[in-house]
Structure formats: structure tokens, C-alpha cells
T-cell receptor, first 117, second 116 residues
Framework: AQKITQTQPGMFVQEKEAVTLDCTYDTSDQSYGLFWYKQPSSGEMIFLIYQGSYDEQNATEGRYSLNFQKARKSANLVISASQLGDSAMYFCAMRELPGGGADGLTFGKGTHLIIQP | NAGVMQNPRHLVRRRGQEARLRCSPMKGHSHVYWYRQLPEEGLKFMVYLQKENIIDESGMPKERFSAEFPKEGPSILRIQQVVRGDSAAYFC??????????????FGNGTRLTVT
């Protein structure tokens, strides 16, 4: 089973509208972190926001917020007042406590967001 | 620039040649991760290293690929006898904290390898 599922391969949104990018995850760990990264066409990976499994409040960073629903295992990214510069690939990722192996990130396949003027 | 530095940014190799990708982690970070991104895909974990140690290489192809992180100098991902299927973007990330699920990985800008 996939650990991170992003069901929206692509989205078109009008400028200034809010947009929600979906992410569901699968883990049996109690302690884990959820991350969103933005990858513009230039290719770099930009860290946007983090949510810990024990955090009771949804994370917010400027126009980004994370809608964390632990029981449903979802961690959707919400971008308010979208801008043309938000057009990019967005990746949801999870980091679990190490179990003798890598403690890096597991990524979803991404959502390609296009903001239209 | 105190971020993760990768070079070269673009690398073109003919089939059968060797590719060497370099990564200098953020200052103070001693954990390095390599990821590969195929077109239209997310990043796939390849290998996790600490200084002079490979901690987990479960994502590395068994042949032609190797990685090191020497005591001095950058981490190197080496691909011998490249084939067209090796064409991808290779990202390096670093972390200062091991075993911490609440620390983001900081990525370099990637090396885009094209095999002709």
C-alpha cells in the first residue's frame, strides 16, 4: 500500500481563490511528521509547512495552512488567496520514527497546481 | 549560501560513461539523503549516509550505483556505465537531527542527469 496518496494529479484554480490539495497517509506509528514541499518549474524543492502527529492545532505559515484530520489520516494543504507564483508541483511527505532504517521522507506523487489569471 | 549545495546542476553523459554527483550538506548537518525523481513522479529515497557510514541503501539499485560521504568533502553519488533509464533529477537533502520526525529535510537544487 502507498504510504502517501495524492489523488489530484492536476488542478486549475482562478487567481485569488483558495485551493485545497489533498493528501492521505498510511502509518502504524504514533509519532510521525507530515510535510508539504513546493517544486516550481525551476526544479528546487521548497519546504512549506510541517504538522506533527501530536499537534492539536492545525499548522499555519502565512497563506499556507494544513488541515490535519488524524482519525481520517489526511493532511490537506490549503493555500488562501492564490497567486500566479503558486503555480508549481506540490508534494506531500511523511517522516516516521526510524526503525533501524532510513528516517528520511516518503513522498506522494504530487499535484500539479496551475493558477489562472 | 548556507544551504545544501549540489553540483553540477545539469550533467549530460553518453551511455556507458560514469556520472558523479556531488552534495555538500548544510553547515552543521551530518546526515545526507539522496533521492531520485523521474519525470512526473515524486521523489524516491535512494540512500542515507552519515559521515563515513552508509546507514541505509535500501533504495539504491544493486548494480552500478554507489554513494559515499567521506570525513572531509562532499557526499558523492556515483553511477557507473550509465544507461538511458538513469536520466532523472537527483536530489540531495540534509538533516541535523537523526531520529526526529519533526525536522524537515532541506534539499539542494538537484542535478539533472541526461543520458544520451
Amino acid at each position: 500500500a502507498q504510504k502517501i496518496t495524492q489523488t489530484q494529479p492536476g488542478m486549475f484554480v482562478q487567481e485569488k481563490e483558495a485551493v485545497t490539495l489533498d493528501c492521505t497517509y498510511d502509518t502504524s506509528d504514533q509519532s510521525y511528521g507530515l510535510f508539504w514541499y513546493k517544486q516550481p518549474s525551476s526544479g528546487e524543492m521548497i519546504f512549506l509547512i510541517y504538522q506533527g502527529s501530536y499537534d492539536e492545532q492545525n499548522a499555519t505559515e502565512g497563506r499556507y495552512s494544513l488541515n490535519f484530520q488524524k482519525a481520517r489520516k489526511s493532511a490537506n494543504l490549503v493555500i488562501s488567496a492564490s497567486q500566479l507564483g503558486d503555480s508549481a508541483m506540490y508534494f506531500c511527505a511523511m517522516r516516521e520514527l526510524p526503525g533501524g532504517g532510513a528516517d528520511g521522507l516518503t513522498f506522494g506523487k504530487g499535484t500539479h497546481l496551475i493558477i489562472q489569471p | 549560501n548556507a544551504g545544501v549545495m549540489q553540483n553540477p546542476r545539469h550533467l549530460v553523459r553518453r551511455r556507458g560513461q560514469e556520472a558523479r554527483l556531488r552534495c555538500s550538506p548544510m553547515k552543521g548537518h551530518s546526515h545526507v539523503y539522496w533521492y531520485r525523481q523521474l519525470p512526473e513522479e515524486g521523489l524516491k529515497f535512494m540512500v542515507y549516509l552519515q559521515k563515513e557510514n552508509i546507514i541505509d541503501e535500501s533504495g539504491m539499485p544493486k548494480e552500478r550505483f554507489s554513494a559515499e560521504f567521506p570525513k572531509e568533502g562532499p557526499s558523492i553519488l556515483r553511477i557507473q556505465q550509465v544507461v538511458r533509464g538513469d536520466s532523472a533529477a537527483y536530489f540531495c537533502a540534509s538533516s541535523g537531527t537523526v531520529g526526529s520526525y519533526n525536522s524537515p529535510l532541506h534539499f539542494g537544487n538537484g542535478t539533472r542527469l541526461t543520458v544520451t
